[in-house]
């Protein structure tokens, strides 16, 4: 762990998520910074630029959350809703691979962005978000439920950490689409960059105490769910006024640092910062994979999946095609 000085190296590599604790305020938190992985996913797919800032977003999130887990498992945020953006996944490998998708249906969304409506929150309508976390196949799953009704991705945060942990928590997200031009070339490439912090109030916060983060599952007491045991202090409220003077711009600025905004909010309350972590886009898909699960279907079903003699399989998730044989499952 590192002071934060105002000789800190200005730039700093993308895609990485830097956890920091600020010991004057009690807060513990991450900050996230996304190029080439939110890029990569969203060039998989041909998604309207509206839903490829939600799914920029979500995928921020989804790291945000997910690089707390302290063993090798998965970390998946999943939206189910009734609005324009029906189905959205991300899936999150510890400790740095991430993948997403997302259905939509086309007519409302064009009539959503006829009518100017193409904030997150527009787009995802009402519904429910799930986050799960799967330690391996002999392991139990942990999952959370939050009902959608028209927040935003941070909103929605919120009331999870409200409901399972019983912290105060603040979540700023943001995402941005920038043009690049190569040297010497006249083409030009659309980049996305993703930018997110996370901060918990964690009054008994000190080097001896471990780290407290996402709780793997609901409040036992729902009648308690969205109640805050916590009185705010001076302390919170100072770092609420904080999280809230941050734009947009400061989250998505590849020229602003972690450890330049963190110095910015928190210089006058010792910020710290522990070693960052990378975040790459991975899909774990594969020929065995899917060769696998093949396996499993009878031949009637097999006989179904076959189109112009062959078997068409396409991940949702990368959008790579694999096409197979289907002589060697029928036979079985």
């Not at 010991?23 to 992985?37: A, C, S, Y």
């Not at 302290?70 to 945020?77: A, P, Q, R, V």
């Not at 993948?99 to 309508?125: F, H, M, Q, S």
């Not at 330049?260 to 790459?280: D, I, K, Q």
């Amino acid at each position: 762990m590192s002071q934060i000085s105002t000789d800190q190296a200005p730039q700093q590599p993308l895609d990485r998520i830097l956890p920091f604790q600020i010991d004057g305020l009690d807060v513990r938190g991450r900050m996230v910074h996304l190029n080439e992985t939110v890029t990569t996913i969203i060039e998989r797919h041909d998604y309207p630029d509206a839903v490829n800032r939600l799914l920029a977003e979500a995928v921020a999130l989804t790291a945000l959350l997910g690089s707390s887990l302290k063993f090798e498992g998965k970390f998946i945020l999943q939206v189910q809703s009734e609005g324009a953006v029906n189905v959205l996944v991300v899936d999150y490998t510890a400790p740095d691979a991430v993948r997403a998708y997302v259905r939509y249906d086309a007519d409302a969304l064009n009539a959503l962005i006829e009518a100017g409506k193409t904030k997150p929150e527009d787009l995802l309508g009402k519904g429910h978000l799930v986050m799960t976390i799967d330690q391996g196949q002999y392991m139990n799953r942990y999952q959370g439920v939050v009902a959608l009704t028209g927040q935003s991705l941070e909103l929605v945060a919120h009331d999870y950490f409200m409901q399972s942990e019983q912290l105060p928590t603040l979540v700023r997200l943001a995402a941005s689409q920038m043009m690049e031009s190569a040297k010497g070339d006249e083409k030009v490439r659309s980049s996305w960059m993703a930018g997110g912090i996370l901060v918990q109030y964690l009054p008994e916060s000190s080097k001896d105490i471990p780290h407290r983060d996402l709780h793997p599952g609901d409040h036992p007491d729902p009648e308690k769910q969205g109640e805050a045991l916590i009185e705010e202090v001076d302390a919170w409220r100072e770092t609420e006024a904080l999280i809230g003077t941050i734009q947009d711009h400061e989250l998505v600025d590849p020229q602003v640092s972690a450890e330049t905004l963190l110095y910015r909010l928190f210089h006058e309350n010792g910020p710290r910062v522990f070693e960052a972590g990378a975040v790459r886009h991975q899909c774990s898909c594969s020929n065995e994979r899917i060769e696998a699960m093949l396996a499993n279907f009878k031949r009637e079903e097999i006989e179904d999946m076959v189109v112009d003699g062959k078997i068409d399989v396409t991940c949702e998730f990368c959008g790579v095609s694999y096409h197979y044989d289907p002589k060697p499952w029928i036979k079985k």
